[in-house]
T-cell receptor
Framework: GQNIDQPTEMTATEGAIVQINCTYQ??????LFWYQQHAGEAPTFLSY????GLEEKGRFSSFLSRSKGYSYLLLKELQMKDSASYLC??????????FGKGTTLSVSS | EPEVTQTPSHQVTQMGQEVILRCVPI?????FYWYRQILGQKVEFLVS????????KSEIFDDQFSVERPDGSNFTLKIRSTKLEDSAMYFC?????????????FGQGTRLTVV
């Protein structure tokens, strides 16, 4: 079976730091992706992890622990435009991405 | 910057009708995908396509669905006899490689409404 869990909603204020967690149970694992999706738009790629540890890319960082089936996306210096859904997605095997339900982040001033 | 383009952006169709959703993947990409997202729900994998054949498909992708690459640029999803529950946003995506470490680029989607 496969299960990817994320919080449904989170709120934060401009300039703050927020961490969005993702836990997964999948029958295979070939990497974990984070995508950003603004309402009514396409998902856009943020990060990819396949080895344990932290990947940093500007204001965004992503962490993976394969033994714990756990990842997080860290957003620093939040801006209003960061209000969006953040999708955790796992490559089990083959070519398909299996998505979680997404976390809707609301950033207020 | 290269992008995946989808047409139409919106499609309204009557139940039982056939629809074709069109996509132009990024030109040097080799893997093509269709995903769908029912309003308020998660993005779901439908099918992947490589070397002119389906490489993987989900349980959702039943006999009423088909994909085709009719020429060197287009990639289409056909739904033969639409049902109300087919109403969703359909995203086309493409990637350079098999996806293990390569990101999939998504198009802006086609919003399909079945009435």
């Amino acid at each position: 079976g496969q299960n990817i869990d994320q919080p449904t909603e989170m709120t934060a204020t401009e300039g703050a730091i927020v961490q969005i967690n993702c836990t997964y149970q999948t029958s295979g694992f070939n990497g974990l992706f984070w995508y950003q999706q603004h309402a009514g738009e396409a998902p856009t790629f943020l990060s990819y992890n396949v080895l344990d540890g932290l990947e940093e890319k500007g204001r965004f960082s992503s962490f993976l622990s394969r033994s714990k089936g756990y990842s997080y996306l860290l957003l620093k210096e939040l801006q209003m435009k960061d209000s969006a859904s953040y999708l955790c997605a796992v490559h089990q095997a083959g070519t398909a991405l299996i998505f979680g339900k997404g976390t809707t982040l609301s950033v207020s001033s | 910057e290269p992008e995946v383009t989808q047409t139409p952006s919106h499609q309204v169709t009557q139940m039982g009708q056939e629809v074709i959703l069109r996509c132009v993947p990024i030109s040097n990409h080799l893997y093509f995908y269709w995903y769908r997202q029912i309003l308020g729900q998660k993005v779901e994998f439908l099918v992947s396509f490589y070397n002119n054949e389906i490489s993987e498909k989900s349980e959702i992708f039943d006999d009423q669905f088909s994909v085709e690459r009719p020429d060197g640029s287009n990639f289409t999803l056909k739904i033969r006899s639409t049902k109300l529950e087919d109403s969703a946003m359909y995203f086309c995506a493409s990637s350079e490689g098999a996806g293990y470490s390569t990101e999939a680029f998504f198009g802006q989607g086609t919003r399909l409404t079945v009435v």
